[in-house]
């Protein structure tokens, strides 16, 4: 059954596996779509949707395979005040029905055509005229599955109005790196100790052993403090006007990082384009919001582990010269490829993330600034190749 | 139609949209863990209360925490109330079932009736953690190691799963789920939920209150975006104070919405600018 069906979601780019097809066909046996299009929506929707973000390709998938059923609302003026009085809910065991029950749209538009002549009264919940709550097949706020609604609101809608909305276009994510592949990889990013001071909770079944024996057999308990990630991570973005196209990505990488809580410590500070005499604490980059770097390097020690974030393209004199500083009223005594190897020399092991595409390095705009950045440290595009290969390398004991 | 006694369709405190009825009702004839997802603040935890509550079922809560792990749910054998008991020669040592505590899904699966059980937001758990679930969720039976018994449901229990939209699961376990998302309610909708809690608030104000409201939760560069709870207690603040009906756009008591200082500076700088750099934040 929908075999077709299957097939048009399987092109709209939804993992379906076979396990949930076979759900939805014994939902269907169990008639828990009872019988409807929009119970077969709603249906569909339940079992084989899984995230937020396929509700549009789902939808799009829906339109385009039963399209065609919608019906239209034309709507007649004098009948307007009449439904747009108040609405009862209706009970949903109420299902008395006319034998009109499958009539075709255009035979509907007729019969409403017929029954607009004879009706001259307003009515409510009635199973022939025109009117509110009923379930008749003219009118709204009713409960007849294929019925021409008029004016009001369509609190019960046909599934292909529903999905023709696509109310959840917005969470679509394609191609872009999303937040659980960061974690992922960043969870790669351990390194077990019991070398803490958290509180002893684990029992210590060695110790307990050999000090239960020591005593003769009489018990005694030794704790432990349960094994911890040790690593601490330094990460320093890049946030000047270059990197405005890599925002989105960026802000992922963020969000990710900062949600990671497997990590005893993680220090995240911004720059504009280089580093010099401050560390931003903002990605607005604004004078006071900083840090010295020098205060940096004197109290995070060189176990931290750096990452660098940036594009890597920039004027060569902000890299190369003093006073190269792009921000307006600022002057570098030092270089900014002197700091950089200040930073390079205290963390040892540091990688640089880079969001345009390794293949571009060479030829973009900056391609110089990226050449020395580039032996400068390992660098490695930010995908997710590159993401695993710059985790593997920040694990790894040898880094040049 | 075939009707059941499991019917869900919200309650008097729980006003819930057409489609997560159904959700449920679908999760319930299948016998499939129904997986919530939502903004903070759209109810999800309520939903479980709401179902237990309409169904007249016990409901079990079992809160996920980042240190929570599978076993939690399952049993805990405590094994040092077991030697101090041996070495003092108390309680009944040679019977290890006596050591056994069940987890809150040993709970369900033992109650005497169908139970309710919430498991709520499992994403704050390790990231395998709903992979370790998969079995017992499926079968709805465990094995306990030490004492060579299976515990089995007695009666499956409505299983509802919670979780925010802020990280992923697995596939392996979503495949296993019915899924909903509770998008965050429309006005309208919204306007009808309000109307629950406070029964008596004045139409004026509250649609003026909306109209601010929703303005404020447009705006994309804030970090944390005010929730229904927060809604609820802004209207309270308003009517306390007295708040004229024109000074409501204006965003009186904004703390009471933004919880973070960073986007109650977002917020001033949009009203005063029209924009706001704060947006990687």
Redesign the interface.
């Known amino acids: 059954m929908f075999t077709g069906f299957f097939y048009t979601l399987k092109d709209a780019g939804l993992k379906i596996s076979m396990h949930e097809w076979l759900l939805l066909m014994n939902a269907l046996r169990e008639d828990l779509a009872h019988s409807s299009l929009l119970g077969f929506y709603r249906l569909c929707k339940a079992i084989l949707v899984k995230t937020e973000a396929d509700y549009d390709k789902f939808d799009f998938a829906f339109l385009s395979y039963f399209d065609g059923i919608a019906t239209s609302d034309e709507m007649a003026e004098e009948f307007w005040k009449w439904l747009t009085e108040d609405v009862h809910i209706r009970d949903i065991k109420d299902h008395t029905m006319l034998d009109d029950y499958l009539l075709e749209l255009e035979e509907l538009r007729q019969r409403f055509e017929e029954r607009k002549k004879e009706q001259r009264e307003c009515h409510h919940y009635g199973n022939y005229w025109i009117g509110t709550g009923g379930t008749s097949t003219m009118g709204h706020g009713g409960y007849h599955e294929r019925g021409l609604r008029l004016g009001g609101e369509g609190r019960h809608k046909s599934a292909v109005q529903v999905a023709g909305e696509r109310n959840f276009k917005d969470f679509r994510q394609d191609n872009i790196l999303d937040i659980r592949q960061f974690q992922i990889a960043f969870r790669k990013l351990r390194q077990f100790s019991t070398n803490n001071d958290a509180p002893k909770t684990e029992l210590d079944i060695d110790a307990t052993v050999n000090k239960t024996g020591d005593n003769a057999g009489r018990l005694s308990l030794m704790w432990k403090p349960p094994r911890k990630n040790r690593l601490k991570l330094l990460v320093l973005f890049d946030s000047g006007g270059s990197m405005l196209p890599y925002s989105r990505l960026c802000s992922r990488l963020f969000q990710s990082i900062r949600k990671s809580n497997h990590f005893s410590d993680i220090k995240i500070y911004y720059f504009h384009n280089c580093i010099y005499e401050h560390l931003y604490t903002t990605p607005a980059c604004r004078r006071e919001r900083w840090v010295p770097s020098d205060f940096i390097l004197k109290n995070l020690d060189s176990e931290y582990r750096m990452i660098l974030v940036g594009d890597g393209t920039m004027a060569q004199s902000e890299l190369l010269s003093k006073g190269g500083n792009a921000t307006l009223g600022m002057y570098n005594e030092t270089p900014g490829i002197e700091w950089l190897q200040r930073f390079r020399n205290q963390y040892q092991k540091a990688i640089w993330w880079n969001p345009i595409l390794r293949k571009n390095w060479g030829i973009i705009y900056g391609h110089e600034t990226i050449r020395i950045l580039h032996e400068m440290f390992p660098m490695y595009e930010l995908t997710i190749d590159g993401l695993e290969e710059g985790i593997k390398k920040l694990l790894s004991n040898k880094m040049y | ?3 059941s006694d499991n019917n869900f ?1 919200g309650t008097e405190a729980y006003v819930a949209s ?2 997560l009825q ?2 449920v ?3 319930i ?2 016998k ?1 863990p129904l ?1 919530v ?1 939502g903004e903070p603040g759209t109810g999800k935890t309520m939903l479980a209360m709401a179902i237990s509550k309409q169904l007249g079922k016990d409901l079990l809560i079992w809160n996920v925490k ?1 240190t929570t792990k599978a076993q939690d749910g399952l049993y805990l054998y405590d ?2 109330q077991r ?2 008991d ?2 003092f020669g108390e309680g009944d040592v040679a019977d290890i079932g006596h050591y056994i505590r069940l987890g809150k899904l040993g709970e369900a699966f033992t109650a005497e009736t169908q139970v309710v059980l919430l498991i709520d937001e499992i994403d704050k758990a390790d ?1 395998e953690f709903p992979n370790d679930l998969l079995w017992e969720l499926d079968a709805m039976e465990f094995y306990i190691n030490e004492t060579k018994e299976t515990i089995r449901a007695i009666n499956r229990p409505i299983v509802i799963i919670t979780s925010n ?4 699961l697995p ?1 392996a376990f ?8 509770i ?1 965050f309610p429309e006005a309208d909708m919204m306007q009808e939920i309000v109307k629950v809690h406070y029964p008596d608030l004045d139409e004026q104000l509250l649609h003026h209150a909306l109209d601010a409201f929703y303005r404020l939760r447009g705006e994309n560069s804030l970090q944390k975006k005010p929730g229904t709870s927060e809604l609820l207690d802004w209207l309270q603040a308003l009517v306390l104070m007295g708040i004229p009906l024109d000074k409501i756009k204006e965003m009186p008591y904004i703390g009471v919405l933004l919880k973070k200082n960073q986007d109650i500076d977002t917020w001033a700088e949009i009203q005063e600018k029209g924009y706001s ?5």
């Open positions: 139609m075939k009707k369709n057409e489609d159904n959700a009702n679908i999760a004839a299948l499939k997986l997802k980042s094994t040092v030697l101090y041996s070495q990231l939209a802020e990280k992923e596939d979503l495949r296993r789920c019915i899924f909903h998302y998008s750099r704060n947006q990687w934040l």
